[in-house]
């Protein structure tokens, strides 16, 4: 069955950066588009960044356009999220997804890993 593990989560300081971590199994990863999303307390999900299934076309929310870079190593499946200068508003829980469309996460996501940026 499907699986997707992430792991990377902690509490960082405003302007501190933290990579998550996203392993897949279960299906074949590398003919899948793949996307973070994340889940503040009390909202919705919000959809961060997606990556299509070889890894050369990278998209981004606009709150998080040029802080955070998506990639994936096929080799491997895994899924990677490199989070740079975090705000407190970062403050979630992430998920692996895979993805619907550009902006849609897909059927399947992770059992997510909190990210808490606070001083």
């Known amino acids: 069955q499907v699986q997707l593990v992430e792991s990377g989560g902690g509490l960082v300081q405003p302007g501190g950066s933290l990579r998550l971590s996203c392993a897949a199994s279960?299906?074949?990863?590398?003919?899948?588009?793949m996307s973070w999303a994340r889940q503040a307390p009390g909202k919705g999900i919000e959809w961060v960044s997606g990556?299509?299934?070889?890894?050369?076309?990278?998209k981004y929310a606009d709150s998080v356009k040029s802080r955070f870079t998506i990639s994936r190593d096929n080799a491997k499946n895994m899924l990677y999220l490199q989070m740079n200068d975090l705000k407190l508003e970062d403050t979630a829980v992430y998920y692996c997804?895979?993805?619907?469309?550009?902006?849609?996460?897909?059927?399947?996501r992770g059992q997510g890993t909190q990210v808490t940026v606070s001083s």
């Open positions: 279960g299906f074949t990863f590398r003919s899948v588009g």
């Open positions: 997804a895979t993805m619907e469309a550009w902006g849609r996460i897909g059927a399947y």
């Open positions: 990556i299509g299934s070889s890894g050369a076309i990278t």
